[in-house]
């Protein structure tokens, strides 16, 4: 989880394991894309295809169960960023973590799904994809470099490596960072984050403390994004690096936390 913003205004990029685990079983088992603006596109890059997974028979079926199951934990994407919120604003930190947790299980709970016993058909193909989907994610996650990273100017960053065998590694010598270490893969540029931020609660006439944004981004094909509640949106990767598009969304997401 990545956390960026000031003592004003708030802006979380979240874990969105959930969601991940749940498309890369609709990809690899091959369920049928169901047309609906709160379901994204298929996941970029190649993924292995169990279609055995799932009979022909069973198909259509498996697949409106598991558009069914999506909703399911897009609600619960909403409800972990009620509670997130819930929990900055000062409310009971102690209760409400054992409280989400039980949600959460009702919905999500790897790796034996025992909160999807009553659909066999979908449950079978979520099992079997569930770890080889963590391993396709983790995959495609670029690591930076171990080492002393620091800015030296907006967006601009040197490092020190800390291994031998990459340049430089057994000298003092600093050289470019590979990213910027505060933004991952498919984060938003900081200075969009800020500007979208700041200029809601001038359009809106309201503090900038309460202009907030909880955003989970998959790597999905194409320039995707729904919002399903105040404050919280989902997207692909493309609109986070999509400069026009990023600050679209941005203002949405953080209007509807202020309207």
């Known amino acids: 989880m990545r ?19 749940a498309l ?28 055995e997974l799932v009979s022909a028979g069973e198909r259509d079926i ?22 997130s919120r819930s929990i900055t604003l000062g409310a009971n930190a102690v209760e409400q973590p054992e409280a989400k947790g039980r949600v959460r299980s009702d919905a999500f709970d790897p790796p034996e799904f025992r909160s999807l016993t009553d659909v066999p058909v979908l449950r079978a193909a ?23 990273y620091f800015e030296v100017a907006e967006g601009r960053w040197l490092f020190k490596p800390s291994e031998p065998d990459l340049p430089g590694g057994d000298s003092h010598e600093l050289l470019p960072a590979p990213r910027d270490p505060n933004r991952g893969a498919s984060s938003f540029e900081r200075r969009a984050i800020r500007h979208a931020a700041e200029r809601t609660a001038e359009e809106h006439g309201v503090p900038l ?39 679209r969304l941005l203002l949405e997401v953080f209007s509807s936390s202020v309207r």
């Open 24 to 51: 890369y079983t609709r990809d690899a088992a091959n369920l049928a894309a169901v047309a609906a603006a709160d379901i994204p596109p298929p996941l970029r890059g190649e993924v292995s295809r169990r279609d």
């Open 3 to 21: 956390v960026a913003g000031t003592d004003s205004w708030s802006f979380e990029e979240a874990e969105s394991q959930m969601l991940e685990a």
């Open 126 to 148: 979520v099992v079997a994809t569930y770890l080889e989907g963590r391993r396709w994610f983790n995959g495609k996650r670029p690591n930076l470099p171990s080492g002393d």
């Open 209 to 247: 403390r309460q202009v907030r944004a909880m955003v989970h981004v998959l790597d999905v094909q194409g320039l995707w994004s729904y919002l399903p509640s105040p404050g919280c949106a989902i997207c692909s990767v493309s609109v986070s690096a999509d400069p026009d598009a990023a600050e």
């Open 62 to 83: 498996a697949s409106r169960l598991w558009a069914a199951w999506w909703r399911r934990l897009i609600e619960q994407v909403v409800a972990d960023e009620a509670n």
